[in-house]
Structures are given as C-alpha cells and as structure tokens.
C-alpha cells in the first residue's frame, strides 16, 4: 500500500470534476442559511455526518471488495434526490475516467462497461482507491473528506469568505471525520456478511430539497 | 435500578373480501395500542390506530405489523399524535412498523405525528414490503418538542423495497445526542417539523413523476423505481401538513383514489 497514492486520489487537483460541485452549499448561500465562517461549518458539520458518512461507508465496501452493483444500488436508495442521483452519477463517470486513465485495471473496466452512464461517484471511488493499492480505510477518509472540503472551497467562490477561515472550518471537523471515517469502515467490513442494508442511510432534509431547488434555477454557478 | 419497558404488537390482516370489499380476519391490539375499524367512504377497509396509554415510554418496545393481501384495500390513520416520552429508564424507546402489502394490494398507512418531546429518546423504524404491482401512500410526520420545548432524541429510519428491491432508505437523527449538525443548514436549518410522503404506483413504472418544489422548503423527487417521495421542512406541524396534503392531492390522479 502507497501512502503517497492516496495523496494523489485525494488531491484537489485530481482531474475528476468535482470542482464543478458545491455539495449543496450554493443552494444553501442563496437561501440565506450560510453566511459566513460559522454558519459554514455547522453546514459541513450536518454533511459530514450524513452524505459524509453514507458516501465514506460505500466507498470503504466498493474498496474492501464488496459488489459494486449492490453497492450502487444501496446507493440510489439512499439518494431520494434525483438531482443528486444524476450529479453523483456524473461525478462517478468523469471519475471513473481519471482513475482509469491513472490506475488501470481490468475491475475499473468492468464497472466502467456496467455502468456507461455512470455509477455513482462514491462506489467509483473506493474502486479507483483499490487500483491504486489502498484499502477501506484510506478509500473512506478521501471520500469523507471530499464531502466538505468540496462545500468549503465552492463557499469561498460564493461568499468570497476568506480561504484561511474555510480551512480552519476543516481543520476543526477533523477529529469528527475520524469518527466517521471509524464508522464508515465498521459499516463496510459487515456488508460482506450482512449485505448493504447495513450501510449506514443517513439522510439531509435539507441537502435533498436544497438540490431539487437548486436543479431547477435557470443560471447558477456549480452544477450542483 | 431496571424497570422493563411495556413490549406490545397490533397486528392487522387485510384480504378481499371476493365482493369487491376488504376483509379484516385480523385485527389486533394490544396492550397501549388499540385498533378500530371505522366506516369510511370506498371499498377499502379503514383502521385507526387509538393509543390507549401515552408513550412510547423509554425502554418500551412497540410493534404495528400490517399486512394487506392480493385485491385488498386498506387505510390506517391514528386517533391521535404519538408523543415519545421520557420514561422511568434511561433506556432507548422503540417502535417498529413492519407493512406488507401484496401484488395488488393497497395501503394508505396515514397516522398522525410523532412529537418527540424533552428527555425522550426514541428510535422508529419503518419497513415496507411491496409487491411489484402494489400500491402505496406513506405519511411520516416528526415534530421536535412540543409547544417551545426542546426535543429529545429521535432516529428515524425509512426502508421501502418493491419486489425485493430496496428504492428508499432514510435515517434521520436529530435531538440532544444526534450527531452534529442536525439542526444546521444541511439538515433542519431550526425547522422543528420534518415529514415524508412515500407514494408508489406501478404506473410510475412507464410514467415517472416529474421532479419539482414546493416552495423553498419541500421537494417531490422520483426514486430510482416506480416511486415518489415528498421531503418537507416547516417550522411546525400545521404548515408542515399543508405542504404534504397539498403534494399528495397534486400527485393523485383521481379524486376516487383518494378515498380507497
């Protein structure tokens, strides 16, 4: 296992399209509910311990080996939003496109075939995290950390908040997302056994109505 | 010191009747939760769920099994909201409704709230079971505390499979305990009424319903299956209602739907 890959697949500059993303933060700057530093990281805080931790648990299973078309599956499920389904399905392709291009495996390929529009972007993930020679755990760190850093940079964008406080947003949730990363993993290592009902499903009223609000305005800035 | 909890199970049982009606050869209550059958207009057969005592108490354990056979029609509402208290242990409250409803069958399953009030920890889950040519319509109302009281803790968790496969699985946390953020601008945002409408129709099958919102705070989203569901946010139960009312008469086809 290479530790200096799972910087490489956790890099921002990962050429995999999520910058076009806010994770629902440019729904949630126009409603008025983030305003600042502070409103911001009670949004990443709320994210982290839902989709976070609901994207990090299948990533973690799509790394430890688990059935990609279950875990996809258990995905929709659990994404009633089919704003979200569409952008996490997008988001899985452009993935699956660099993890191909940077890890080739015959596995990537095979999901790529199953799935020509898209798996959704967390399975795509921990599959790209086990090409590159990483397991459960790193595949669920990259994929809790990316589910607020992606709202913290695009607040940046939307705000113009100063860059150092929505850095120090992430640096004050990191011992949070060690939580979840933990239960992530936990959640993944029973799917083998128990199926994917175990995953956690975790949800955000607001997250969900905010991305069908967001779908349906005629200019905006982030694709989602 | 431990103090058990109350465990008990209402279980109904809806058939065709083979005159065009339902049947009810099981209707049972027990214990807390007591079932009526009420007259009501349509073929269908109507059940209202009467909570005899208060509770959920912490530590009590609640059952309501539904199971609606080939043909059948059922709507089961409640008398009144169901408030999760604090009881004599620290111990979590439970309650779990398992419904089934077989190919063409029909179920409105339409209770009233569930107010989680100071002090209480409950956990609700909700399992239902479809055939492919089922039909479904599926409330859930949670309000946080009651009247200017903070609420306790509340999980909730939603799954909804069609011929085996799972379209919808939900957990909500929120309340003193949940994990953080609950009442941030990803989750609630201050709303303290939170509420689901779930409705399935093998018509969506061909014809998807077609995603829109309701206000800034409501949102009706095709699942990935012949299935819509309706989230709602409002600051109480009043308003939270009249979201979802108003998203299920436009989602109906007919006016004779309506009354099953």
């Known amino acids: 296992m290479s530790r200096a890959a799972l910087l490489v697949l956790a890099d921002g500059r990962f050429p995999a399209g999520g910058h076009a993303h806010s994770g629902g933060a440019e729904a949630a700057v126009k409603a008025g509910r983030v305003t600042g530093a502070a409103s911001l990281e009670e949004f990443c805080r709320g994210r982290l311990h839902t989709a976070g931790l609901v994207s990090a648990a299948l990533a973690a299973a799509a790394a430890a080996g688990a059935d990609p078309v279950s875990l996809d599956a258990a995905a929709d499920a659990r994404t009633p939003s ?20 940077t890890w080739p495996s015959a596995e990537l390929d095979a999901v790529a075939r199953e799935f020509p529009k898209g798996a959704h972007q967390p399975v795509v993930l921990g599959l790209a995290a086990r090409a590159a020679g990483l397991g459960a755990v790193d595949a669920a760190y990259c994929s809790a950390y990316e589910s607020v850093s992606g709202a913290a940079s695009a607040t940046v964008r939307l705000l113009s908040l100063d860059p150092f406080d929505a850095t120090g947003v992430l640096a004050r949730l990191a011992p949070e997302l060690d939580r979840v990363a933990d239960a992530a993993v936990e959640a993944a290592r029973r799917v083998g056994d128990e199926g994917v009902e175990v995953l956690p499903a975790a949800s955000a009223p607001l997250l969900e109505i905010g991305a069908e609000v967001h779908a349906a305005w005629a200019v905006r800035l982030f694709a989602s | 010191m431990t103090v058990p909890g109350v465990r008990a199970t209402a ?105 989680s009030a100071h002090g209480s920890d409950l956990y609700v889950g909700t399992q239902v079971d479809l055939g492919a040519n089922a039909r479904l319509v599926l409330r859930e109302e949670q309000v946080l505390g009651r009247v200017g009281e903070e609420p306790g803790r509340l999980t909730s968790r939603l799954t909804v499979r069609i011929a085996g496969r799972t379209v919808l699985d939900q957990e909500l946390a929120c309340g003193l305990g949940a994990p953080g953020g609950w009442d941030g601008p990803a989750v609630l945002a201050g709303h303290r009424a939170v509420g689901q409408l779930v409705v399935v129709r093998p018509e969506f099958a061909d014809e998807p319903a077609v995603a829109r919102v309701v206000g800034e705070t409501a949102a009706v989203t095709p699942l990935a299956g012949p299935a819509v569901l309706v989230t709602a946010v409002a600051p109480d139960a009043l308003r939270l209602r009249r979201v979802l009312d108003e998203a299920l008469v436009t989602l109906e086809g007919s006016p004779a739907e309506r009354t099953a």
């Open chain 1, 82 to 101: 089919s704003a979200l389904r569409v952008a996490a399905r997008k988001l899985g392709r452009q993935l699956m496109r660099a993890a191909r291009a």
């Open chain 2, 11 to 115: 279980r109904i049982g809806a058939r065709a009747d083979g005159r065009g009606g339902t049947a009810l050869p099981v209707l049972e209550g027990e214990g807390p939760i007591a079932l009526r059958r009420t007259r009501g207009s349509g073929p269908g057969a109507h059940v209202v769920l009467v909570g005899a005592m208060s509770g959920p108490l912490g530590g009590d354990h609640f059952t309501v099994v539904a199971d609606v056979a080939e043909g059948a029609r059922l709507r089961v509402g409640s008398a009144a909201a169901t408030i999760a208290l604090p009881g004599q242990t620290k111990d979590e409250a439970r309650y779990d409704v398992r419904l089934c409803v077989a190919d063409g069958g029909e179920l409105q399953w339409l209770p009233e709230q569930l107010i």
